[in-house]
Each structure stands twice: as structure tokens, then as C-alpha cells.
């Protein structure tokens, strides 16, 4: 029992330093963590907090009836639903590290394995309405769970290369994320507040879009925004970003379908 204790002990004092280290490369205090919602309007919060009134759940229920359609193959819900496969929760836990290939996928390259390797269907192509709507709908079922993902092992040199690529300053104005979403969040930019950059809400539904779309899609406009050139969808540089702010956001909830300005 003692020994127990004692090993317990030095676990909970590794694991803290651990979290130390993590919090430190993220730029945000851990008391400090917002959520991009926090710095909306009311109103557009009120878009998001009414199911019936947010237009991301049109991409949901497409997902949803897709999920449990069979297009000659057996189903997505067919293995996930109500099976050891469940995939309640499992979009708070993404990017991850797939086992077969050693390569790093976010939810919607997830979804296109499953196409591939169980369904032996092609893969559908980002940010298509399918793929969308697959995606809302996977990550709709964790929505308010808190995101945490497994940064270690094989998934250390991606959350490395995403932290590296927030930092990186680029574009014509030479801005990196991280001076704005680290230095100067809370402050007002062209009409936005900025906040600290989270991807939480994503895929979700910008009203400058008039549509719903995947993170990387919003990632590209912040590219954009500072005349840097946008990198491809699906790009694993992009899918790296995506796990490094994914550690960062740790213990946010999951908003996904979020409603965003
Ligand atoms: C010039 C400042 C600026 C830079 C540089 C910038 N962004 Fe943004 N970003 C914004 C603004 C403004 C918004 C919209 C308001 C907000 O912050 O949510 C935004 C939104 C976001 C969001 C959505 C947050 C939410 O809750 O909806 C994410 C994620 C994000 N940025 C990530 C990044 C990443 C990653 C980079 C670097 C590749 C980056 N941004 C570079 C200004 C910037
Ligand atoms: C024939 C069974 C089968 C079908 C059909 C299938 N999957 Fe899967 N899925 C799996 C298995 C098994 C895994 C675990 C990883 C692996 O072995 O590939 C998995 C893993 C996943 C995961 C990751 C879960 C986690 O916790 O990491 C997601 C998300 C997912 N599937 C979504 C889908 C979607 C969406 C579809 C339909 C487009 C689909 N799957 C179709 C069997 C299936």
C-alpha cells in the first residue's frame, strides 16, 4: 500500500511537471483558457446556444442520415453505433496517431480511412458536403466534452511541428499566430475581437462564410489574413496546428457545431 502511495505520488509530481511544460509552450495561463465563444456577441452566442436557431445542425442531420445510410457497404452505424466502436466522446480525443500507417489524422481523415479500409468506398474530399457533414456529426457527439489529446510518442514530433508552425512568423505583414492569439487576445482587429484561437467550434458555421466549414478552412483564412499563403486543405501541416491547439485547448469543452462571426 505504501510503495502504492509513493509511486502514486511521484506519478502525480512527474505528470504536473509534465503539464507544466505543456501549458508553458501553449503561451496561455492555464486559469486563463477562453473559449473563442466568450469573446462573441450575445446575439451570435444565442445562435449557437439554440439548436433549432444554429445553422451548423443542418450539416449535423446530413451527417447523421449519411452515418446510417449504407451506399452498397455496410454502414457507418453498422460498427459505431451502440458497438465496442462507439464514437461518443471519440472527437475530443482528435488529431490522433493512426496505428496502421504511423500517421497523423484529424477527425475527417479518420472518417476517409473508415471509407477506405472498412467500407471500401473512395475518399471523399475536404471540406465536400459530406465530409462535412460526416465530420459535424461525429463531433456533435462529443459536444462538452473536454478536449484532451495524447501528445506523446509517435504524436510528439506533430504537436512539435504545430507548435513550431504557431510561432512561425510569415506573410507579407510577418505576423506568427501567436502574437495574435497569445499576445493580444481580447483586443479588437478589424471589427473581430480577437480571441486566443482555439479550434473547439470546428467544423462550424461562420456567418462571413454564410456556411458551414472545417477548421482548416478557418486556418487558411488567418493565413490569409496576414497575406501568408493559405496551405491546401487536409495538409499535414494544418492537421499538426490542429493537434497542437488541440493540447492547447485542454479541458475546453467541445463546441463543435460552433457558431462563429
Ligand atoms: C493578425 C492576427 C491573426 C493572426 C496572425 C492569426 N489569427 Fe487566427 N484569428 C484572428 C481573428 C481576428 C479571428 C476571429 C476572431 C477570433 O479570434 O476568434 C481568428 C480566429 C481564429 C480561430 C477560430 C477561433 C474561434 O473560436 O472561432 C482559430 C482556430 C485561429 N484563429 C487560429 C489561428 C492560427 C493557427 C494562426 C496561425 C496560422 C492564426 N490564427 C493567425 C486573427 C489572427
Ligand atoms: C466495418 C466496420 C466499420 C465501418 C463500416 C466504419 N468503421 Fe469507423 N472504425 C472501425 C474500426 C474497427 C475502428 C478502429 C480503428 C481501426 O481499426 O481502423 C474505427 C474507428 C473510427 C473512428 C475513430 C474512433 C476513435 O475512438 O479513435 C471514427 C471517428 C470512425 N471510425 C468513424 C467512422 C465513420 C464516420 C464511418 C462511415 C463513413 C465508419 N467509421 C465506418 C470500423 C468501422
Known sequence: ?????ALAL??????GQADDAYAKQSGLAPEDLKSGYDFLQAETQALQDDDFANPGFLWVDKGDALFHASEGAPSCASCHDGTDQDLTRAAAHYPKVDDLSGRLVNLEGRINLCRERHQDLPSLEYESEALLGLTAYVASLARGEPMSVDVSGDAEKYYEAGR???FLRKGQFNLACSQCHNDNWGKNLRGDTIS????TAFPGYRLEWQDFGSLHR???DCDAGIRAEPLPYGSDTYTAVELYLAKRAEG???ESPGVRR
Not at 1 to 5: C, N, P, S, V
Not at 10 to 15: E, Q, S, V
Not at 196 to 199: F, I, S, V, W
Open 1 to 5: 500500500m505504501r510503495l502504492a502511495g
Open 10 to 15: 511521484a506519478c502525480l509530481t512527474a505528470c
Open 164 to 166: 513550431d508552425y504557431f
Open 196 to 199: 486566443q484561437g482555439h479550434g
Open 218 to 220: 478557418r486556418l487558411r
Open 252 to 254: 475546453l469543452p467541445m
